[in-house]
């Protein structure tokens, strides 16, 4: 169901011309007391109820704010089925700057909206919202995850998230260099903020070389300031023509990897927590022609949504932990699979969870 009652042209475009279709419902929502504007997509409901997370970003347009949720809810149906959870894919995004429109009363509305889909979509934190929003929203809505311990929560999933990623690269240098240790590895992380901080942490614990890049000084100034041995690119493109990379993280927004980045690159792996890092579906065939082994996203960066989904059932970190080390073999499987058929892992990804998927619609 999708009510575009009254909605602009690019919307109306997006939504019944997306190349990412085939979702099962689309909420448009306004409440112009609080000047929300949100779109709730969830693309399917087929291994349980939709999961994913709220995002808050000024977007140019409320069509590209559609796509970028259908985009969204897409992969984490991808996700979700591929972490082993008995969850669909949703995602939701509010438009405008968090930093100006922000404020208790919209996300309470933002809440209702969710509670009015009786369970369809969980929802949790994602760029722009964080732990203590997450606590507002579910004043309204019982379907809320990322919430602080002191209000029944799991906390700040970019804990998980890291060691996820830190997983996957683990995986990724056992494929390629026979050993998963990552000591000697010159890593370059694009993006210190949630997620991307934690996962520093875990490259230096492990003895790696890391160069960092953000756009906020302030990010890139509290890792320096506690590692002084941390080196700085002055921009992206700067770090993806580090001499002598070997892993390239991108941990901020996506479409990191793209026809002008993917040429340039040194890394010979790519492996970070960024969502939807394909610009298109031709750039994983461009690295794979420049052997460069990428590890699908949606694959490493899945211990956040392994904390707030245990949420719903009473919350354990040891246990949440245990169930993010598998995606160190959850990655090697891909690689192995992508090896047996012929094919690029994310395509091996995408076939193990449509898999998953196919296989609940007929039970």
């Not at 934190?125 to 019982?142: F, K």
């Not at 311990?149 to 260099?177: I, K, Y």
Request: proline residues 4%; glycine residues 12%; hydrophobic residues 40%.
């Amino acid at each position: 169901m999708t009510d575009v009652t009254g909605a602009p042209a690019d919307v109306l475009h997006t939504l019944f011309h997306s190349e990412q279709g085939g979702h099962e419902q689309v909420v448009l929502c306004q409440d112009r007391a609080t000047g929300l504007k949100a779109v709730i997509a969830i693309h399917s409901t087929a291994l349980g109820p939709a999961l994913g997370g709220t995002r808050f970003y000024p977007y140019a347009s409320e069509g590209e704010a559609v796509a970028d949720a259908l985009n969204l809810a897409r992969g984490m149906s991808y996700k979700n089925a591929m972490a082993g959870l008995d969850h669909g894919g949703g995602k939701a995004v509010i438009i405008g700057d968090p930093e100006k429109i922000k404020t208790e009363e919209l996300l309470l509305a933002y809440g209702r909206f969710v509670a009015s889909l009786g369970g369809r979509y969980v929802t949790a934190c994602d760029v722009g919202t964080y732990v203590t929003d997450m606590d507002v929203v579910a004043r309204e809505c019982r379907w809320t995850t990322g919430r602080s311990p002191e209000n029944g929560g799991a906390g700040d999933s970019s804990v998980l998230t890291s060691f996820g990623v830190f997983q996957g690269m683990r995986a990724s240098a056992q494929h390629l260099w026979g050993d998963p240790t990552l000591r000697g590895r010159k890593v370059g992380v694009a993006g210190v903020g949630k997620v991307g901080h934690h996962l520093v942490e875990h490259l230096l614990s492990d003895g790696a070389e890391v160069v960092i890049t953000d756009v906020r000084e302030e990010s890139v100034r509290r890792i320096t300031e506690r590692h002084p041995e941390v080196s700085v690119a002055a921009d992206t493109d700067a770090l993806i023509r580090t001499e002598g990379l070997d892993i390239y993280a991108p941990c901020a927004l996506g479409g990191a990897l793209n026809d002008e980045t993917v040429p340039v690159l040194t890394a010979k792996v790519v492996c970070g927590a960024a969502n939807n890092q394909l610009a298109h579906p031709g750039v994983e065939k461009d690295l794979s022609d420049r052997a460069i082994l990428y590890a699908p996203d949606y694959v490493v960066n899945a211990g956040g949504v392994i904390q707030v989904a245990d949420e719903l059932h009473g919350f354990d970190f040891d246990r949440c932990k245990a169930k993010a080390t598998q995606i160190f073999d959850t990655t090697l499987a891909i690689f192995a699979r992508a090896k047996a058929d012929g094919i690029p892992p994310a395509a091996a990804a995408d076939r193990i969870a449509e898999q998953r998927m196919a296989e609940a619609r007929r039970s």
